[in-house]
């Protein structure tokens, strides 16, 4: 990220916007292949950004820098490309459109103020795509649609447009409608002509245009004066008024802003259609930073905060939207600045809480930042400043990771964490030589501070490294990653913490006596085991008369019978659910200790495993799976085949059922992958540990 040239050839330095009313924030949403970075790259091309547009298949835009993309010839992470338009900012923020990179995704939308819908005219508009919808429309984020490729032989904009409309609402009317070499404005009733390239040429339409723009320029200006805050239009319109172009846009710029009404423009990337319109929508529809309410934000400790504004003179308040590391200049971090203004060589407070449970523990630290950058793809181009509103990188702040806080050592912040998915798919790594070891430790480490949705389990009972990722193409990319920071890395089989325990009573005798000359040892105990219902854990009981085991010793016996049961009897597997009872034993007057009775203790159990029947245990997660009501019958066939039990139904939000169950969790390690394969990637699950259950006959420990 350190070149200083593009290679689409940066056409020019970074512009620093001083104003927030001048800065745009705009996330690019959309499912993978829908052309997304091909708007973006053309958009830029159009712009002046770069001297030219580059290609995903060629490996060469922009904002697919990443290796991982070029070689899979889609986004794998978020991506940042500025324009300038009317002098205006705009950061269009390009975003991976595969499930596996949705924490991607849920950081652009965290750092956007307006989301650009971009759907291929050939393709309809698929479920994952309806749930960022809907998402955006819980925090009311302003909404406009793109429809592309127009140039694909299969393309059916006028049937795009009717699939948005069937997925997304009435809201969703289009401001624009295809003809010849460009496209024909439905208010202002103009013909922007494309034929001859960026910037289109401005005339009249034909009569049979006109004609054909009719009915879709009444339903847009219906709906527009419907969102309009003057309750007279719809009776001047419905008395056959004719409402001037100026109210017109300046309602439908107003309903846009509001979140309540959603444009759709037809674009074509490789033609330039639709460009134009494209950035002037942006410019003049979507809201600048000043109308977006910041996070919440506390103290570090967690007392109150009055709420923040997007007020270059105000408290600084910024987030670490995205954290990467460059083989040149270090640790790279996206920043979205909430509040304040950020300036170089100043000192800076980063904060991070929240997030322990994915391997990020609470940290704050004073750093200083010496740079600031506006990143363009993989480029930094430095700036002197960056204000509320606008976006912005910073290199070599070492404690910072994704979702830190970046505010004023005199008053730190601590910003309300975005809501990130649980990863769900365990991959297993191991380095293939010792001296991989360090470097596989060092790579995880910086790869688990830049991705949220990455999270690192160090399992000391199988000894296994396991990194748990959002899906095959997720992991695909970390170990990528991991590779290219040095360290030979190999997979393995996950391996299922497995515990024992006793299948029916038992008794065993424990003798430790040894004498060598000097001090001896002698401990002798006899225990009774019984099994415990599942849950029970571990209990001990003293059933000692007669003082045949000292009463300071009693507690060495039951050390040793713990410390027994958690290494395990068979192959390692900790004992659970069982009673100890001490009932006899005996004791020297001089040779008795208490590592002695710990040691008896521990043969006196491995000696009634021997003469009981051990049972192994197998985890059960509690699994709830929300899915569409069609792909019911499918999942509840499936759940069945993995051994598991269906606790019931009910209706959850958005129309969709959840299905609870208990699942081994044997049965789950590609159920991630499996269960995305079977609802086209519509559902979505959870998991947690819920007990241990016998394994059956015959089952395979994995």
Not at 10 to 20: F, H, L, N, T
Not at 26 to 34: D, E, I, K, M, Y
Request: charged fraction near 25%; proline fraction near 7%.
């Amino acid at each position: 990220m350190a070149d200083k040239q593009s290679k689409n050839g940066d056409s020019g330095a970074a512009v620093a916007v001083a104003d927030p009313a001048k800065v745009r924030n705009v996330v690019l949403v959309g499912p993978s292949g829908s052309g997304k970075t091909t708007l973006a790259e053309a958009l830029l091309a159009a712009s002046g950004t770069v001297t030219r547009a580059g290609s995903v298949v060629d490996g060469t835009t922009v904002c697919d820098h990443d290796p991982a993309a070029v070689r899979q010839q889609r986004s794998v992470g978020l991506s940042v490309a500025p324009v300038l338009h009317q002098d205006h900012k705009i950061n269009l923020i390009d975003t991976p459109g595969y499930a596996d990179f949705v924490g991607e995704l849920r950081a652009g939308l965290r750092a956007a103020d307006a989301a650009l819908f971009v759907v291929c005219a050939a393709e309809g508009v698929d479920a994952a795509t309806i749930a960022v919808w809907e998402e955006c429309a819980a925090v009311g984020m302003p909404r406009a649609v793109v429809v592309s490729r127009l140039d694909h032989h299969r393309a059916d904009p006028a049937g795009e447009i009717a699939a948005c409309q069937a997925a997304f609402g009435t809201g969703v009317l289009p401001l624009y409608l295809p003809a010849r070499d460009g496209l024909v404005g439905l208010i202002t009733r103009r013909y922007f002509d494309y034929s001859a390239g960026f910037p289109p040429a401005v005339g009249e339409p034909d009569g049979d245009e006109l004609a054909r723009m009719t009915e879709a320029r009444n339903e847009l200006i219906e709906g527009v004066i419907a969102e309009s805050e003057d309750e007279s239009l719809m009776d001047r319109y419905l008395a056959g008024e004719e409402i001037p172009e100026d109210t017109l846009i300046a309602d439908l710029e107003t309903a846009v802003a509001r979140g309540s009404f959603h444009p759709v423009i037809p674009v074509c990337a490789t033609t330039g259609v639709g460009l134009a319109e494209v950035l002037d929508g942006i410019v003049r529809a979507f809201p600048s930073p000043l109308e977006h309410v910041p996070p919440e934000v506390t103290s570090p400790t967690g007392e109150p905060h009055t709420r923040l504004h997007a007020d270059p003179d105000g408290p600084l308040a910024a987030e670490v939207v995205r954290t990467a590391v460059d083989s040149y200049v270090g640790r790279v971090s996206l920043v979205r600045v909430f509040s304040g203004t950020l300036r170089p060589e100043r000192p800076v407070h980063v904060s991070g809480h929240g997030l322990a449970e994915r391997g990020h523990e609470d940290h704050d630290a004073d750093e200083r930042v010496a740079h600031l950058y506006s990143p363009l793809g993989a480029n930094l181009r430095e700036v002197p400043y960056c204000v509320a509103g606008d976006l912005c990188a910073l290199t070599k702040v070492g404690s910072a990771e994704t979702g830190d806080t970046v505010s004023s050592p005199e008053d730190p912040l601590i910003m309300k964490p975005w809501t990130m998915p649980e990863p769900l798919l365990p991959v297993a790594v191991i380095a293939k030589t010792r001296s991989d070891e360090d470097t596989l430790a060092r790579n995880l480490s910086r790869l688990v501070a830049g991705d949220p949705t990455l999270r690192l389990d160090r399992n000391a009972e199988t000894n296994q490294l396991v990194l748990w990722c959002m899906g095959e193409a997720h992991a695909d990319v970390v170990l990528s990653r991991l590779r290219a920071g040095g360290a030979d890395v190999d997979t393995e089989p996950v391996r299922i913490s497995l515990r024992s325990t006793f299948a029916g009573p038992g008794r065993g005798h424990g003798r430790h006596v040894k004498q060598s000359g000097g001090h001896g040892q002698f401990a002798v105990c006899d225990i009774e085991v019984q099994p415990l219902p599942r849950g029970s854990g571990f209990e001990f009981v003293d059933k000692v008369v007669g003082g045949s085991v000292p009463h300071q010793f009693i507690p060495s016996v039951e050390k040793g019978v713990r410390a027994q049961a958690q290494r395990g009897l068979v192959d390692g597997h900790p004992l659970i659910d069982i009673r100890v009872t001490l009932v006899d034993g005996k004791a020297h007057s001089v040779d008795s200790s208490d590592a002695a009775f710990q040691t008896a203790g521990a043969l006196a159990l491995k000696e009634a495993a021997g003469a009981g029947k051990i049972a192994l245990l197998e985890p059960l997660e509690e699994v709830a799976v929300r899915l569409p009501d069609e792909h019911l019958g499918t999942v509840l066939g499936d759940l069945s085949s993995r051994r598991g039990r269906v606790l019931g139904t009910e209706s959850g939000e958005g129309g969709r059922t959840v299905i609870r169950a208990e699942v081994p969790a044997a049965e789950l390690l590609r159920y991630a992958i499996d269960l995305r394969s079977l609802t086209s990637g519509t559902a979505t699950f959870t998991r947690k540990h819920a007990r241990f259950e016998p394994m059956p006959e015959g089952a395979v420990a994995l």
